[in-house]
C-alpha cells in the first residue's frame, strides 16, 4: 500500500520520509536532537532509518549513515528489496576488518573495551567533523554496548555524543535493540520510538509501534500498526473519530426496492450505521449489493470490503438475482476488495477506509462481515472499541455505512459471535422460519435512531428479479424464533417463485 505524500513540516521538525510516521509525530522529529528507535531484531529499525536518510537527502540535506553492524553490501541488498537509490547516502562502516582476527592484533595488556570502544567513538567523531551531516544514523548502540567494559562508562559517552551533535545542526537517529532497560539511553534521548512484532498462530506477522516520549512536544500516544513492503515502512496512525467532524445535510439513501425502504422508515439515513444480522444464507450481502447499486446508479460511489467470500461468488449471486453490480464494479463506481483476515491488520483496514472517503469520494461503504472483522484482529477485546471509532468516523463524514454479521445456527436459538448491536444507529434482523412445509425467510427493523420505522416482520425472498418484501406476517407467532405458531391463514404467504 502506498501512502500519501508527506506534508510539510512545522517549524524545528524534521519528515522521516513516512507520513504516517510524521503524523504520529505531529509533523516529524524535533530537529537538531538525538532520537532513539528501539525494537528486536527484524522490527524495521534500519528500514526506517534508511528512509529518514532518503528523505533528507531528497530535500537537499547532508546525511550519513555510521553502521557498527550492518555491512555496506547487506544495506544495499534491503534498499534494493525496496528498490531504493541509496546513492546519495554516505555510508562509514565500522564493522571489524579481517585483520583485527589474527593473533598480533590482539591487545595483551588493555581490555579491549578500554581501546575499541574509545577508538571507534573517536573514529564516529572524526567522520561527522569532516562530512558535517544534517541526519546522521548510528547503528546500532547494541554493538558499542558489547565492546564497552562498563555501563556507566558507556552512558557517559553517550551523553557526551549528544551534546557532541546538539552545537552541530544535526538530527540522530541512534538505534538499539530492546533488551535491559539498565543499559538503554532512553533517559538521554529526545525521544523513544519502540517497535514491536508479533508472530500470530495463523497468518503473517503483525506489527506496531509506539512513541515512548518526545520532550517538549505532543504526539499521538497509543499503538499504531505498520507494515513493511516493498517501499519501505507503511505506519497506519490510529484513528481518532473526533478530528474528522463534519457538518452537512443528510440525506436518505434509497434501495431502489420500494417494500424494503418502507420498512426502513423510507430509506437507510447518510451519516448513520445499519447492522444487518442473522443466519448464514439469510441475504445479507445481498441487501448491501442493492443499496451499493442504487448508490451507484445516482451517481455515488460506494466501497464494499469482503471478509468471508470471494469476488467471482459475490458478483455471480448479484447476477443470478438480477442485480446488476458487475457494470458498476467494472466502471469503478462500486470498488469490491476482498481481504484476507489472516493478513489485514486493523489499522490497515482502518486506512483503507479512511483513503476511500477521503480520497476517491466514497459515500456508502460495506463491511462483510463483522465476523471476518473479529477474526483480523488480533486483541478480540479491543475489537468493540475500534469498531466504536471507525463508525463514528463515518458518522461524521454523513457516509452510510452497512455492517453484516452472521448468527450460529440456522433455526431456533441464534447467538452472536460479538455483541455490537448497540453500536449501529439501525438493525436489521432476518431469519428462517419453518411454514406450510418450507423453510422461509423474514425480515424486521428492531431499532433505527434516526427516525420511526415500521415495526412488523415481514416475509422476504430472493429470485432471479432481485428482492421481494411481502406483507406483514400478522397470521404468525414466534417467527423469530423459527418455529411459529399458525394463528390464521397460509394466504398471507407469499408465493414460492424462488428459482
Known amino acids: 500500500m502506498s501512502e500519501a505524500p508527506a506534508m510539510s513540516s512545522p517549524p524545528g521538525r524534521v519528515q522521516t520520509g513516512i507520513s504516517g510516521l510524521d503524523d504520529v509525530l505531529r509533523g516529524g522529529f524535533p530537529a537538531n536532537r538525538l532520537h532513539l528507535v528501539q525494537g528486536t531484531p527484524g522490527t524495521g529499525k534500519t528500514t526506517l532509518a534508511l528512509q529518514f536518510l532518503l528523505e533528507g537527502a531528497r530535500q537537499g540535506e547532508r546525511v550519513l549513515y555510521v553502521t557498527l553492524a550492518e555491512t555496506k553490501a547487506e544495506l544495499q541488498e534491503i534498499a534494493d528489496s525496496h528498490g531504493w537509490d541509496i546513492g546519495t547516502v554516505p555510508i562509514y562502516e565500522l564493522t571489524p576488518a579481517a585483520e583485527s582476527f589474527r593473533p598480533e592484533q590482539q591487545y595483551t595488556v588493555f581490555h579491549p573495551g578500554e581501546v575499541e570502544f574509545t577508538e571507534t567513538i573517536w573514529a564516529v567523531l572524526e567522520e561527522v567533523e569532516r562530512t558535517q551531516p544534517q541526519r546522521l544514523v548510528l547503528d546500532s548502540m547494541a554493538e558499542l554496548k ?72 505532543s504526539y499521538r500516544s497509543g499503538y499504531h500498526d505498520f507494515l513493511i513492503q516493498s ?46 444480522i442473522g443466519p448464514a444464507g439469510a441475504g445479507k450481502s445481498v441487501i448491501v449489493t442493492q443499496y451499493a447499486v442504487a448508490a451507484a446508479e445516482r451517481g455515488e460511489r460506494s466501497a464494499i470490503y469482503i471478509f468471508d467470500e470471494g469476488i467471482r461468488t459475490f458478483l455471480d449471486r448479484a447476477e443470478s438475482l438480477g442485480i446488476p453490480a458487475r457494470q458498476h464494479v467494472e466502471s469503478g463506481m462500486i470498488e469490491l ?22 480520497e476517491q469520494g466514497v459515500r456508502f461503504i460495506a463491511i462483510d462481515s463483522l465476523n471476518g472483522y473479529l477474526n483480523a484482529m488480533s486483541e478480540e477485546q479491543l ?4 469498531l466504536h471509532e471507525l463508525l463514528a468516523y463515518l458518522n461524521d463524514k454523513s457516509i452510510v455505512t452497512t455492517l453484516t454479521m452472521a448468527q450460529q445456527g440456522l433455526i431456533g436459538d441464534m ?24 423453510f422461509r425467510q423474514a425480515i424486521s427493523v428492531i431499532k433505527r435512531r434516526t427516525g420511526p420505522h415500521e415495526r412488523s416482520i415481514r416475509e422476504f425472498k430472493l429470485d432471479s428479479e432481485g428482492i421481494h418484501v411481502g406483507p406483514p406476517l400478522t397470521d404468525f407467532h414466534g417467527i423469530m424464533q423459527g418455529a411459529p405458531t399458525f394463528v390464521g391463514s397460509t394466504q398471507s404467504l407469499m408465493a414460492d417463485t424462488l428459482s
Not at 457538518?247 to 426502513?264: F, H, K
Not at 475489537?383 to 475500534?386: I, Q
Not at 447467538?415 to 418450507?438: K, N
Request: glycine share 10%; proline share 3%; hydrophobic share 40%.
Open 231 to 276: 517501499g519501505g515502512v507503511h505506519v497506519f496512525p490510529h484513528l481518532v473519530a473526533a478530528e474528522h467532524r463534519e457538518r452537512r445535510e443528510r440525506a436518505v439513501a434509497r434501495s431502489g426496492v420500494e417494500e424494503l425502504d418502507l420498512l426502513l422508515g423510507g430509506g437507510l439515513t447518510e451519516g448513520t450505521s445499519t447492522l444487518l
Open 415 to 438: 447467538r452472536s459471535p460479538l455483541d455490537v448491536s448497540y453500536l449501529a444507529d439501525t438493525v436489521i434482523l432476518m431469519r428462517y422460519f419453518e411454514a406450510a412445509g418450507q
Open 383 to 386: 475489537v468493540v472499541l475500534k
Open 337 to 358: 476488495r476482498q481481504l484476507d483476515t489472516a493478513e489485514v491488520t486493523p489499522g490497515e483496514f482502518d486506512a483503507l477506509v479512511r483513503g476511500a472517503v477521503d
Open 146 to 217: 558489547l565492546i564497552a567494559n562498563d555501563m556507566g562508562r558507556y552512558r557517559r559517552q553517550v551523553l557526551g555524543l549528544k551534546q557532541f551533535f546538539a552545537g552541530r545542526g544535526c538530527t540522530v537517529l541512534v538505534l538499539d535493540n530492546l533488551g535491559d532497560p539498565e543499559t538503554s539511553v532512553e533517559s538521554i534521548a529526545h525521544s523513544v520510538i519502540r517497535l514491536q512484532q508479533v508472530t500470530p498462530e495463523h497468518g503473517g506477522v503483525r506489527r506496531r509501534l509506539h512513541v515512548v516520549k518526545v520532550r517538549g512536544v
